[in-house]
């Protein structure tokens, strides 16, 4: 069983800023891509940034520059730093995972509960 477990989402002022973590636990050999997507009401969920296993990273045009995509792999955790938020970055935000089990076994895409992330104007 893998489990993904955020943290870190909340009230901001625009200009403001966060910063989203998610850690992976259980059955996990090799993480091959860790990511972050989002979904506004109404709106269908979009990634918003990536980072490889080599650590190559890759951004929506729309967070370049003020979003920062990281990840621990020692503690199989991804990190996002949100700043100069603005209102149309409000959203839940999801952790997504692609996993092996082993080093033989399919890959596997994981994600976590998702957080809220709201701006005010």
């Known amino acids: 069983q893998v489990h993904l477990v955020e943290s870190g989402g909340g009230l901001v002022q625009a200009g403001g800023s966060l910063r989203l973590s998610c850690a992976a636990s259980?059955?996990?050999?090799?993480?091959?891509?860790m990511g972050w997507y989002r979904q506004a009401p109404g709106k269908e969920r979009e990634m918003v940034a990536g980072i490889g296993s080599g650590g190559s990273t890759n951004y929506a045009d729309s967070v370049k520059g003020r979003f920062t995509i990281s990840r621990d792999n020692a503690k199989n955790t991804v990190n996002l730093q949100l700043n100069s938020l603005i209102p149309e970055d409000t959203a839940v935000y999801y952790c997504?995972?692609?996993?092996?089990?082993?080093?033989?076994?399919?890959?596997?895409?994981?994600w976590g509960q998702g957080t809220q992330v709201t701006v005010s104007s």
């Open positions: 259980g059955s996990i050999s090799i993480i091959n891509f």
């Open positions: 997504n995972f692609r996993i092996r089990r082993t080093l033989l076994s399919a890959q596997e895409t994981h």
